[in-house]
């Protein structure tokens, strides 16, 4: 484990009182490398797919709310980021016993903004989806700089917005029942692997929701 129990139970404490915490250098060298080299592949392979919303199956629809491209993540299939499972598994272990929520599995997908797209104010948790219970997002933009865009805008209740910058390597995690959140237009490519700990077991295959 990279990070002791004791910074966890202070980042828990955290995300319990603000609802969201970011931890930036999230990924060890070899996870971060393993994420950017296994991101590379899959784009190469061309298996993104258009990510859908809610129950609605209108392309026209969905364009007006996200613009984003996914490949969602099966454990043990992709042996290259066999230690990115790993890294999840001990967060979800944290949650467990520090936050006492018996999770019990995750769902992860690589994420893709192509240049000009963006994610509409969204709530992660929704209904006939309410098994969510913490998003967790770990960017992979190299040399992001003020201008690029797709900043994640968070809306902490009875505060202003939060603009949070895609860089390289941070984290973020927030409650996916409360935290509203939006992801403003990309000016370059933005890219992310974007998951969820869920209360109950993902079923296979995903319905990509
Ligand atoms: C999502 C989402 C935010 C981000 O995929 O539901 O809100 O910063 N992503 O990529
Ligand atoms: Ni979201």
């Known amino acids: 484990m990279q990070r002791d129990l004791g910074y966890w139970d202070k980042q828990m ?10 931890i930036d250098n999230f990924f060890n060298p070899e996870d971060l490398n393993n994420a ?6 899959k784009q190469q392979e061309g298996v993104f797919q258009k990510a859908a919303i809610g129950a609605s199956g209108n392309e026209k629809i969905i364009n007006e709310v996200r613009g984003d491209y996914t490949y969602w993540l099966e454990k043990g ?10 890294t999840l598994d001990e967060v ?6 520090l936050m006492y929520l018996s999770l019990a599995d995750y769902e992860f997908h ?12 969204h709530l992660d948790q ?3 989806r ?35 910058a895609p860089i390289e390597n941070r984290c973020i995690m927030f409650r996916s029942d409360t935290l509203y959140h939006e992801v403003l237009t990309s000016h370059t490519s933005r890219k992310s692997i974007t998951g969820w700990m869920l209360y109950q077991p993902a079923v296979l295959p995903y319905l990509v929701l």
Do not use: C
């Open 13 to 22: 404490d955290l995300l319990a009182q603000q609802d969201y915490i970011i």
């Open 36 to 41: 950017h080299h296994f991101f590379e592949t």
């Open 77 to 86: 299939k992709h042996t290259q980021i066999n230690s990115i499972f790993e």
């Open 92 to 97: 979800k272990s944290v949650f467990n016993r």
């Open 110 to 121: 690589l994420a893709h903004y192509p240049k000009g797209s963006f994610y509409k104010k």
């Open 126 to 128: 929704f209904e006939g």
């Open 130 to 164: 309410n098994n969510r219970m913490v998003s967790v997002i770990i960017y992979l933009n190299k040399d992001w700089k003020n201008g690029d865009g797709g900043e994640l805008r968070i809306y902490p209740e009875g505060q202003d917005p939060i603009d949070i």
